[in-house]
């Protein structure tokens, strides 16, 4: 798979005809730059006195944070290849080019970033000066501006590990000397601009929604809902008229002419109240409850927020997922399998408690493991089995467990349970395969250092709930069998075999002739193809986590 960087050059070049016939601007694609990593330019001599190096030095003087310090050396580093000759001034005056940086910064809210975060006011206010003053403290000012919103727009306003470990994932960001080579080059900024943001429909959908509901935010919002008892179809309650006005607004429901205001929640608005559970990842029952009610009732602010964040998510992760991958999301406790652009199987899946949070990752599946053992992990084995085995020796034997010692089976009854602990506890202990094994009849195996992949369970009835967090990490199917029949049809595998396999309850392993990318997100917030908004709660407090670094490195601390 490409990283993230190398398939949007790769992009740059294919698509950038396309991108441009829409644009402002009649750009031909030789026009417009390649990022160029080749920094062995020839450096121009003598170096003018026109005062950028100077400050470049005192900027770097009284940043702020390392960060800043770091960016301003990368800069100064491109500034010396080309003999510190500006960009965005020329006799000392503003290029139209230093104009439409501060038009693109202008518009960094319809990513989701703040304007604020890269002072563009106040180079506004200067460029409009008359005369114009300090054209080199100008020039690094603009610089420093622009290199930072085109790294946040290319790959995310914060480090994935910042907002919080549990993120392992680790996106390349453009080079300020990237950024500036492709600014000296070109002459039209915004869509030289628009090339380092993700190049996908699913980013393009989300922003899209964003801009839609910050009109909405523009016009009011929408109206709250009075708390009150439950509201089940078929009764009538005063608030049925102000739900009506809440879902036209979203557009889960369309009224046909005007409905008249009885109090009774039945019909159409039963329906909507539906629709509104489905893209919210509600129990789809009609009921106005305490779960319904509050999502109904967060604001458009809210909803925008939320938006940001996984807008924010999105320029974390790749371009390019594969022609052929597995995509969870954890939030939507979903996964599904991608092919060519096409989703050809979906299925819910059980994923980890809140206290055993899932970590966004990206691996790659190797095999498949039928009748499997389950090793259980040293933690779980010490926290949960221990306390009972000290107790009873045999107290897990019922359920498929041995112990191993050296890699032999040996007696339970022989294991001085009373001497181990958490910090000593020399024994392994697994689960034979069978219809107890705790990974069920099957795992599908994508080697990882967090210990996560996707399996079985014999825990079926808790797929019947809409809220699906017991697991201690690893993904659960609810169809196994037909997720290992998607995967092994290519490799001439049908059903009918896979069943033998599993009923020999034999261990099997099958390697996959063609091994998938498996790409584990967290995602609170997307947009589907058919235009659908949906949103689901934040059950990991990732999205409180990311406000919280967001205003944390925005207020300086």
């Known amino acids: 798979m490409l990283p993230a960087l190398y398939s949007r050059l790769v992009t740059l070049i294919t698509v950038s005809g396309l991108l441009f016939s829409v644009l402002s601007h009649a750009v031909s694609a030789e026009e417009v730059p390649a990022l160029d990593n080749n920094n062995t330019e020839t450096?121009?001599?003598?170096?003018?006195?026109?005062?950028?190096?100077?400050?470049?030095?005192?900027?770097?003087?009284?940043?702020?944070?390392?960060?800043?310090?770091?960016?301003?050396?990368?800069?100064?580093?491109?500034?010396?290849?080309?003999?510190?000759?500006?960009?965005?001034?020329?006799?000392?005056?503003?290029?139209?080019?230093?104009?439409?940086?501060?038009?693109?910064?202008?518009?960094?809210?319809?990513?989701?970033?703040?304007?604020?975060?890269?002072?563009?006011?106040?180079?506004?206010e200067r460029i409009s000066q008359t005369p114009f003053v300090d054209p080199a403290g100008f020039e690094v000012e603009l610089s420093v501006a622009l290199v930072a919103y085109a790294q946040h727009l290319n790959a995310g306003r914060v480090d994935p590990a910042t907002v919080t470990s549990e993120n392992v994932i680790y996106p390349d960001r453009v080079s300020a000397n990237e950024i500036l080579n492709g600014a000296r080059k070109t002459e039209y900024i915004i869509p030289y601009l628009r090339l380092l943001a993700p190049r996908t429909p699913r980013y393009d959908r989300l922003r899209n929604a964003m801009r839609d509901y910050r009109r909405i935010a523009a016009t009011g919002g929408w109206p709250v809902i009075p708390e009150g008892e439950v509201i089940k179809p078929g009764?009538?309650?005063?608030?049925?008229?102000?739900?009506?006005?809440?879902?036209?607004?979203?557009?889960?429901?369309?009224?046909?002419?005007?409905?008249?205001?009885?109090?009774?929640?039945?019909g159409p608005i039963v329906e909507a109240v539906k629709l509104f559970q489905e893209r919210h990842g509600l129990e789809i029952d009609g009921v106005i409850g305490p779960n319904t009610l509050k999502?109904?009732?967060?604001?458009?602010?809210?909803?925008?927020a939320i938006m940001e964040y996984n807008l924010e998510r999105r320029r974390w992760m790749q371009n390019d997922y594969g022609q052929h991958y597995i995509f969870a999301n954890l939030a939507d406790q979903v996964v599904k399998v991608v092919k060519n652009g096409k989703t050809i199987y979906a299925e819910i899946i059980q994923v980890g408690l809140p206290y055993h949070r899932t970590p966004v990752f990206t691996d790659t599946m190797e095999y498949i493991e039928f009748n499997p053992y389950w090793n259980v992990p040293y933690s779980i084995a010490t926290r949960e089995l221990l306390p009972k085995l000290k107790q009873n020796p045999h107290a897990y034997a019922s359920q498929g467990y041995e112990v191993l010692r050296g890699g032999q089976v040996i007696n339970a009854s022989a294991v001085p349970w009373h001497a181990y602990s958490r910090s000593n506890f020399p024994v392994r202990i697994r689960q034979r395969p069978g219809d107890r094994n705790a990974l069920g009849r099957v795992k599908f195996m994508f080697p990882n250092k967090h210990n996560v992949y996707i399996h079985d369970t014999p825990s079926k009835s808790k797929?019947?709930?809409?809220?699906?967090?017991?697991?201690?990490?690893?993904?659960?199917?609810?169809?196994?069998?037909?997720?290992?029949?998607?995967?092994?049809?290519?490799?001439?595998?049908?059903?009918?075999?896979i069943d033998q396999v599993v009923n020999s309850r034999k261990r099997t392993v099958v390697k996959l002739d063609k091994q998938l990318p498996v790409h584990v997100a967290y995602l609170t917030a997307w947009v589907n193809k058919d235009g659908s908004i949906h949103f689901r709660r934040d059950v990991y407090g990732r999205d409180a986590i990311m406000a919280k670094t967001l205003n944390r490195i925005r207020s300086g601390q």
């Open 43 to 124: 450096t121009p001599a003598p170096t003018p006195d026109n005062g950028i190096a100077a400050a470049i030095d005192s900027e770097t003087g009284s940043a702020a944070s390392q960060t800043a310090r770091q960016r301003l050396s990368a800069i100064r580093e491109h500034y010396e290849m080309h003999g510190f000759l500006p960009i965005w001034t020329e006799d000392g005056t503003p290029t139209q080019k230093a104009h439409q940086v501060i038009e693109a910064i202008g518009r960094a809210a319809e990513h989701g970033l703040r304007q604020s975060d890269y002072g563009v006011d106040a180079l506004s």
């Open 235 to 266: 009764m009538t309650d005063a608030r049925v008229d102000i739900l009506r006005k809440r879902l036209v607004v979203t557009g889960e429901y369309a009224p046909e002419g005007t409905p008249q205001d009885t109090g009774l929640y039945e």
């Open 295 to 304: 999502e109904i009732n967060l604001s458009v602010e809210d909803r925008i």
């Open 463 to 497: 797929f019947n709930n809409a809220s699906r967090f017991f697991s201690h990490g690893c993904l659960r199917l609810k169809n196994p069998f037909r997720f290992a029949e998607i995967l092994l049809g290519e490799q001439g595998w049908s059903r009918a075999r």
